[in-house]
Nanobody, 125 residues
């Protein structure tokens, strides 16, 4: 499956962005999906994950209710709505797909076989 992320950009602290990831070349509704991010000089870290059915979303602790992951299997897309952004949210955001994805493994980068190219998110203070 091929993944294409979009929707990144520059926003002031406290603002919002919506990332989208379009999938092609596979049976999207079978894949568990995740969002990860990587800041300069840091390792890639988990942000959010959602199961193939759209149920059981899970988030990193730092999200603290600010982000929402969702998917539309009819449109082969997964989204990440990010509100109340902070400068420390700056980084490249990657969408990823896994099949199968066990419910307890969605936070691990190693669980995902397919990755998009990343979308830059910059939050200014």
């Amino acid at each position: 499956v091929q993944l294409q992320a979009s929707g990144g950009g520059l926003v002031q602290a406290g603002g919002s962005l919506r990332l989208s990831c379009a999938a092609s070349g596979g049976t999207f509704s079978s894949y568990g999906m995740g969002w990860f991010r990587q800041a300069p000089g840091k390792e890639r870290e988990f942000v959010a994950t959602i199961s193939w059915s759209g149920g059981t979303p899970a988030y990193a602790d730092f999200v603290n209710g600010r982000f929402t992951i969702s998917r539309d299997n009819a449109k082969n897309t997964v989204n990440l709505q990010m509100n109340t952004l902070k400068p420390e949210d700056t980084g490249v955001y990657y969408c990823a797909a896994a099949y199968p994805l066990a419910p307890n493994l969605g936070r691990r980068t190693a669980s995902y076989a397919y990755w998009g190219q990343g979308a830059q998110v910059t939050v200014s203070s």
